[in-house]
């Protein structure tokens, strides 16, 4: 993309879905592509994305370079649109996978099984691949911020990289299909973040230090069904026993708590 103007982009690749291409590479700046930097919460997934509504399976950004600033929170303005953040990366709804059609739900990105990301993006906006069906593998080596519902609504998925992710807002993993999530650095942890995440059956939360839960609305980051078919590895520091960052365990397979106060109960918890 890197001598081409956006148009040419977009009809670039609009000619290459259309001959069955289904795996690009791009490269060259972020706003030649056509996703959108700002949108709205409200209506059909954003107009601009050249993938959208294809038979795309594959898209490798890594070689895309001056991404916007975007929204995580999932806060809007007086006009329902996504003002943007203080942190660079993928936009808020960049892949919105679902779509309201003719009274029926669809999806707009039906065969999108893997994007790779650059270290540059430093966050996923919010609802950035909601509802992604078939996405299977994210690389996102450098997001620190995870924003809500990012990652929701996509039960295909088993595999995504977030070495250095440090917060993870409310709902970001609500529904994915993930068996397992290691979590090294992550400090901050929304509520509902792991709500219906039935296939999770390992977490690893190893970051040293405090970890704040967020709470709101009766909503925790987890719930009792989750966490008792869910093996839990913490950092040492969260012992029963030894431990000095909070919240440490209460026993030997019990950690954080529901809305009111009772501990949870974990099928285990090992601390390393």
Same mark, same amino acid.
């Given at each position: 993309?890197?001598?081409?103007?956006?148009?040419?982009?977009?009809?670039?690749?609009?000619?290459?879905? $259309?001959?069955?291409?289904?795996?690009?590479?791009?490269?060259?700046?972020?706003?030649? &592509? #056509? &996703?959108?930097?700002?949108?709205?919460?409200?209506?059909?997934?954003?107009?601009?994305?050249?993938? %959208?509504?294809?038979?795309?399976?594959?898209? *490798?950004?890594?070689?895309?370079?001056?991404?916007?600033?975007?929204?995580?929170?999932?806060?809007?303005?007086?006009?329902?649109?996504?003002?943007?953040?203080?942190?660079?990366?993928?936009? =808020?709804?960049?892949? *919105? !996978? /679902?779509?309201?059609?003719? #009274?029926?739900?669809?999806?707009?990105?039906?065969?999108?099984?893997?994007?790779?990301?650059?270290?540059?993006?430093?966050?996923?906006?919010?609802?950035?691949?909601?509802?992604?069906?078939?996405?299977?593998?994210?690389?996102?080596?450098?997001?620190?911020?995870? !924003?809500?519902?990012?990652?929701?609504?996509?039960?295909?998925?088993?595999?995504?990289?977030?070495?250095?992710?440090?917060? &993870?807002?409310?709902?970001?993993?609500? =529904?994915?299909?993930? @068996?397992?999530?290691?979590?090294?650095?992550?400090?901050?942890? #929304?509520?509902?973040?792991? /709500?219906?995440?039935?296939?999770?059956?390992?977490?690893?939360? @190893? =970051?040293?230090?405090?970890?704040?839960?967020?709470?709101?609305?009766?909503?925790?980051?987890?719930? /009792?069904?989750?966490?008792?078919?869910? $093996?839990?590895?913490?950092?040492?520091?969260?012992? %029963?026993?030894? !431990? @000095?960052?909070?919240?440490?365990?209460?026993?030997?397979?019990?950690?954080? @708590?529901?809305?009111?106060?009772?501990?949870?109960?974990?099928?285990?918890?090992?601390?390393?």
């Amino acid at each position: 993309m890197t001598r081409m103007t956006a148009d040419e982009v977009k009809t670039a690749i609009g000619a290459a879905l $259309d001959a069955g291409i289904t795996e690009f590479k791009l490269t060259g700046e972020f706003a030649k &592509i #056509g &996703i959108p930097a700002r949108v709205s919460f409200s209506g059909t997934p954003p107009v601009g994305n050249p993938f %959208y509504d294809s038979g795309v399976e594959k898209i *490798d950004l890594t070689g895309v370079t001056d991404w916007p600033e975007v929204n995580v929170n999932g806060r809007v303005d007086d006009d329902f649109n996504f003002p943007p953040g203080d942190v660079r990366g993928l936009p =808020a709804r960049a892949f *919105d !996978g /679902q779509k309201y059609d003719n #009274g029926a739900f669809h999806y707009a990105y039906p065969a999108l099984r893997e994007v790779r990301l650059p270290a540059g993006v430093k966050a996923l906006g919010c609802l950035a691949f909601f509802a992604c069906q078939a996405l299977s593998f994210v690389s996102c080596d450098g997001v620190e911020e995870v !924003g809500v519902q990012a990652l929701s609504g996509c039960p295909s998925l088993e595999s995504v990289q977030l070495p250095e992710a440090v917060r &993870i807002y409310n709902a970001a993993f609500m =529904a994915f299909g993930l @068996t397992s999530l290691s979590l090294p650095e992550t400090t901050r942890l #929304g509520y509902s973040a792991f /709500q219906h995440c039935d296939a999770l059956t390992e977490l690893r939360l @190893t =970051a040293a230090g405090n970890i704040t839960l967020e709470m709101k609305d009766g909503a925790t980051p987890f719930s /009792q069904n989750f966490a008792k078919v869910c $093996d839990l590895t913490l950092n040492a520091d969260k012992h %029963y026993s030894t !431990g @000095t960052a909070a919240p440490k365990a209460a026993s030997a397979d019990q950690w954080a @708590t529901n809305y009111y106060g009772d501990p949870l109960t974990w099928k285990s918890i090992a601390f390393e």
